[in-house]
C-alpha cells in the first residue's frame, strides 16, 4: 500500500532536524539550558522519523534491530522531553517577567541550569527506563513508518510512562498562565525597561508570550489525546507478574501498512505521533529563528562565506555607532537571555 505522505514526510522531517538546530549557537552562547534542550528533543527526534521513513519505505524488514533498540527508547524519552524543555522554558520566562531573572553569581546561573538539565534530560531518562517495567516486546515495526516503542497496555503503564507529558504540561500550564499574569501587571515597569533599547527587546517579550500562549493551548490537549488514540480499542489487561509481562520479549511485531492503516484510530496515533516532533522544531524555529539576533548571525555566516568567494562587505557609517551604544545593547540581550551581565 503506497505511502500518500511519501516523499513530503521525509523531507519535512529532515528540515525539522535542520532547521531546529539554526538557532542553538546564540541560545547556547546564552546558558539558556532549556531552549537548547528543546532543540536537541525535537532536532534527533526529526532525524529519528527522517531515517525510519527512508529505511523502511515499502519495507517491513526488521533490517536494523540494534537501530531500532535504540531510537524506540529515544522516542519514549523525547515525548518527555519536549514537555519537560517547555517546562523550564515558562519556568524561565516567569522567572523574566517576575523580575527575578538576573542571576547574581556564577554559582545561582549554574544551579538554574543544573535544574534544568535535571528536568529536561534527567525525567526523560528515567521515564526511559520506567517504560522497560511496561514493555511487552522488543518493539513494532510498521511499514512506510518504522521502529515504535512498545507500552504494553496495562494499569502501571498509565503512571510509569503514559501521564508525564500532561502532568508536565500541566505545570507548564501554571507558569504559563502566571507568566501572562506578571507581564499584563507589569506592563508598564517592562515599558520603562525596555524604552531605552531597540525594538528587539519588544519583540523578543512578544515572542516569549507567545511561547506562552501555544503552551497553553497545545500540550495539554495534544498529550491527552495522544494517549486517548494510543489506547482507544485496546484491551486493559491487569498486571500479572513481571514474567508474564516480559514473555517472548525479543518478539519484534511487524504489521504491513495495509493493516495498521485500516484502523482509523492508529492511523491518526501513528501519523500523529511522527508529524508531531518535526512541527515542534519548526514552531520554535518560527519563534526564534528570524529574530533580530538570528538575522545578525544569519548575516555573519553569508559575510564570512562571501570573503572566502573573494567578496567584500561594503562599509556603512551606520555600522560605526559609538561603543557605549554596542556595550548597552550587549547587557540588553544578557539580561533577556540571562547571560553573563556585559561580559
Known sequence: MPDPTYPLFPIFAF?????????????????????????????????IQFV???????SLQNVAPIWCDISTKFIIGAGVGIPAASLCINRRLYNIASVRAVTVTRQ?????????????????????ALHYIVQGHRFNILEEVGCLPEIFNTPPAYPLVFMWPVLLGCIS????????????????QFQEL??????????????????????????????????????????????????????NFS???????????????????????????????????????????????????????????????PSRKSDQGPYFQYVIHRCTLSYLSLSDPCD
Not at 532536524?17 to 546564540?26: C, E, N
Not at 547556547?28 to 528533543?41: D, E, H, R
Not at 525510519?52 to 515499502?58: V, Y
Request: aromatic letters at 16%; a positive charge; hydrophobic letters at 50%.
Open 108 to 128: 545561582e546561573r549554574r544551579r538554574a541550569i543544573y535544574i534544568d538539565i535535571a528536568i529536561s534530560v534527567g525525567l526523560p531518562i528515567v521515564v526511559m
Open 15 to 47: 528540515c525539522g532536524f535542520i532547521v531546529a538546530l539554526i538557532p542553538l549557537p546564540w541560545h547556547f552562547q546564552a546558558w539558556n539550558a532549556g531552549t537548547c534542550i528543546y532543540m536537541l528533543w525535537a532536532s534527533l527526534a526529526s532525524l
Open 251 to 313: 518478539h519484534v511485531e511487524m504489521i504491513p501498512a495495509v493493516i495498521w492503516r485500516s484502523s482509523h484510530s492508529y492511523l491518526i496515533s501513528v501519523e500523529m505521533s511522527r508529524w508531531l516532533y518535526p512541527c515542534c522544531a519548526f514552531i520554535f524555529f518560527a519563534l526564534f529563528g528570524f529574530a533580530d539576533e538570528a538575522r545578525r548571525n544569519y548575516k555573519l555566516a553569508f559575510w564570512a562565506v562571501a570573503k572566502c568567494l573573494g567578496f567584500r562587505r
Open 194 to 247: 525596555l524604552s531605552s533599547t531597540t525594538s528587539l527587546s519588544v519583540n523578543r517579550y512578544f515572542r516569549l508570550m507567545l511561547l506562552s500562549c501555544l503552551e497553553m493551548a497545545l500540550t495539554i490537549p495534544i498529550s491527552s489525546y495522544s494517549i486517548y488514540v494510543n489506547t482507544a480499542g485496546l484491551t486493559l489487561s491487569p498486571w500479572i507478574s513481571w514474567a508474564d509481562t516480559h514473555f
Open 52 to 58: 525510519d521513513s527512508i529505511i523502511w519505505h515499502d
Open 173 to 188: 500550564f501554571v507558569y504559563a498562565s502566571l507568566t501572562l499574569r506578571a507581564f499584563w501587571r507589569r506592563r508598564i
